[in-house]
């Protein structure tokens, strides 16, 4: 297969992603502070954004297994990554 083809096909998979977790990312991230949440997730420490958002770790960990079960987010090792970035 070409570059060329797996390319294309890497954008339609992206696409048939995000058109599957639009309705999802809409309900998840309708609150401000879970929308602020998501897009400090893969760039800043559970710490930082414990402290800039006042959620407790705990709950910022429970909310990121919450969104991983929705296919919101991919488990790589400690650490979370988004899936439509």
Known sequence: ?????????EELLETLVKIHLSPIID????????KQLYEMTGRENISVIS???????GKIS??????EQKGLLNKQG????????
């Open 1 to 9: 297969m070409s570059d060329i083809s797996t390319k294309r096909i």
């Open 27 to 34: 309900k998840e991230l309708a609150d401000l502070k879970m």
């Open 51 to 57: 402290k800039r958002l006042g959620f407790s770790t």
């Open 62 to 67: 429970q909310i990121w297994q919450r969104w």
């Open 78 to 85: 400690k650490f979370y990554k988004k899936a439509i970035l």
